[in-house]
């Protein structure tokens, strides 16, 4: 027989069960509407939720907006996640975007940007879930705050929301517009329809924040006389330094490149990310009282002791720079080239267009072009895209990505369940631009390169590829499958292995099984005094905001070894005072 306990929890179980399922009808039902402009969807055909302004004064002059269920009612956040409609704010329509290099975002001006009446109806969608799974480790890395700030947003306190948003990211900027957004992945309302627009109100957030003059220097009231030296200035970096430095420890960052940024200044094409925002955010940190001093290669023209001998700790935010190669013949022809080095060469050129620089004098042995070229992307992921994107903006001839693994399924798969990640079909920027341009999508699927084939001149013409099934052994190519495809570019963007190793020899540092630096999550330290690792470098190729995560995290642990390291030399001083106290007067 049961116990009463047991009797209890059983009905509790039951009865929430039941709710839910209820809940869940409700909700696919209200959501089963016809798309965007249909003759009952809220969605009207300017992209937005259809607004009314008849006699509403009763309401403070607010808006009356469409419902699902075809009702015109003033927008209200308790059952927002079933009466408004998911809609994220486009891109910039392909064709447009393509004549140009600016941001995938609608600009201020742009129509279809979103106004603040649609911001606030999806901010009501948020569910204020009892547990927000968006902000736990299968969401959001930073842990933001995300039901507080919609509830802000939904509540026109833009000014609060912007708090909320800085307490545990950094960089807003960044992540609102180059994240995947994993928020979104593990959103409570995607179990039953599509999830919040949780990415496109977190940059509405900070962009009207910058907008606005609401995020200025803020100089910390003291310093511990401390000094930390940072190297490498990608987003781990940045994180770290501008935590550190807030904690009053007066921080130095090491750049190797020309420009302070890292991924975020050459690895990512300025359609994604326009490089006046990281340069915006680096000036405001350089108002704080961060230094920063490029062209430092740490380890080569800098040597990596004497920087650790001049702080009181050193911070390595390298990165995961070594990129995974494809070792099959004709590897060595002209015209194969690792993905880093394209979207860097690439950017480097953009800039110095910005600056003003005549194109007769930049240096054409460092330009990389898909100009008039067959090019073939191998490799998916962000950067895959990225490729696919500037060499569209190039005007190649045509582009192919390749990838290893089959096609994903267009919903999850049952070993892929809420909230993980998503692992499903979709269409990213670069693939929708293909698409405008020639009609189909570039990528193929289960598909891996065997041979390189050049000309006379050792140029690469085109490559050979095989089919590929999956076994449980592995990738496994099907004999007999050989395809030659026109090549006279191709870009590899297989992913990184590791960080280069020149700093980790020069300091003696252990590394993991993947020649990783080792050093604990949490944690942090290295197996050197004083020297602390953190971002790509520690964990290996990821996330912009996991960098953050990470930048936060290490500088958290810094900190705590500089406070006490602090502490030990107070304690020796007052040792030495208390010695010289008990030396007789007479000797003195």
């Known amino acids: ?20 399922g209820r809940i869940v009808s409700s909700i696919r039902a209200f959501a089963a509407t016809p798309q965007t402009g249909g003759p009952t969807s809220p969605i009207a055909q300017d992209g937005r ?12 002059n607010e808006p009356k907006v469409k419902r699902r269920d075809g009702s015109v009612q003033v927008i209200e956040k308790l059952r927002g996640f079933m009466n408004y409609q998911r809609n994220p704010e486009p891109y910039r329509d392909p064709k447009e975007r393509l004549m140009d290099w600016g941001e995938l975002n609608p600009t201020d001006e742009d129509p279809l940007r979103h106004t603040d009446v649609e911001r606030k109806v999806q901010a009501a969608r948020c569910m204020d879930c009892g547990t927000p799974f968006c902000q736990t480790h299968s969401g959001c890395p930073v842990h933001n705050l995300i039901p507080e700030w919609n509830n802000l947003v939904f509540a026109g306190r833009w000014n609060e929301a912007i708090e909320r948003l800085h307490a545990t990211n950094n960089f807003p900027e960044f992540t609102g517009r180059v994240c995947p957004a994993p928020c979104e992945g593990s959103c409570v309302a995607g179990l039953v329809d599509g999830p919040v627009t949780i990415k496109n109100i977190e940059y509405a957030i900070v962009d009207r924040a910058w907008n606005e003059g609401l995020i200025v220097p803020r100089i910390p009231k003291e310093r511990t006389g401390m000094c930390v030296a940072v190297v490498g200035s990608g987003p781990a970096g940045l994180a770290a330094a501008d935590e550190l430095n807030q904690m009053g420890h007066k921080v130095t960052v090491y750049e190797r490149a020309d420009r ?19 340069d915006r955010r680096v000036n405001l940190l350089n108002e704080e009282g961060i230094e920063f001093v490029t062209n430092a290669d740490i380890g080569k023209n800098v040597d990596v002791n004497e920087v650790r001998a001049n702080y009181d700790a050193l911070v390595l935010t390298v990165g995961a720079t070594k990129p995974r190669d494809l070792p099959v013949p004709g590897r060595e022809l002209k015209g194969v080239h690792f993905a880093m080095e394209f979207l860097t060469k690439n950017q480097k050129r953009l800039l110095l267009t910005k600056e ?7 240096d054409k042995t460092n330009w990389l072009t898909a100009a008039g070229k067959d090019v073939i992307v191998i490799g998916g992921g962000d950067t895959g895209t990225d490729c696919i994107g500037t060499s569209m903006r190039h005007r190649c001839k045509s582009v192919t990505n390749f990838e290893l693994m089959p096609q994903p399924p267009n919903e999850r798969a049952p070993d892929n369940p809420w909230p993980q990640w998503p692992r499903v079909f979709g269409v990213d920027y670069g693939h929708a631009e293909v698409q405008a341009v020639f009609g189909k999508d570039p990528r193929v699927y289960s598909v891996m390169t065997k041979e390189f084939l050049g000309d006379e001149e050792g140029n690469l013409k085109a490559l050979v590829t095989q089919n590929v099934e999956i076994t449980d052994q592995g990738p496994k190519a099907v ?16 992913g990184f292995v590791s960080p280069e190793d020149y700093i980790m020899d020069d300091l003696g540092l ?30 290996g190729q990821s996330l912009v905001v996991w960098a953050i995560n990470e930048g936060r995290g290490v500088a958290q642990a810094c ?8 502490l030990e030399e107070n304690d020796t001083r007052v040792s030495a005072f208390a010695n010289l106290s008990s030396i007789p007067h007479s000797m003195i």
């Not at 252990?510 to 050197?528: E, L």
């Open 260 to 278: 302070i940024g890292g991924l975020l200044m050459y690895g990512i094409p300025n359609m994604k990310l326009e490089k006046e925002t990281v």
């Open 1 to 20: 027989m049961l116990s009463a306990a047991t009797r209890r929890q059983t009905f509790a179980y039951q009865s929430s069960t039941s709710i839910t």
């Open 49 to 60: 939720h259809e607004v009314w302004r008849e006699d509403i004064y009763d309401h403070d």
């Open 356 to 362: 003003g620089r005549l194109e007769s004098n930049w």
């Open 510 to 539: 252990d590394v993991d099984q993947r020649n990783n630096i080792h050093a604990v999550y949490g944690d942090f330290r290295t197996s050197v005094e004083g020297v602390f690792a953190g971002g790509d470098c520690r964990r």
């Open 479 to 494: 004999e007999g499958s050989e395809k030659e495809w026109p090549c006279d570019l191709c870009v590899l963007s297989m």
């Open 559 to 566: 900190d705590e070894y500089l406070q006490s390291k602090r």
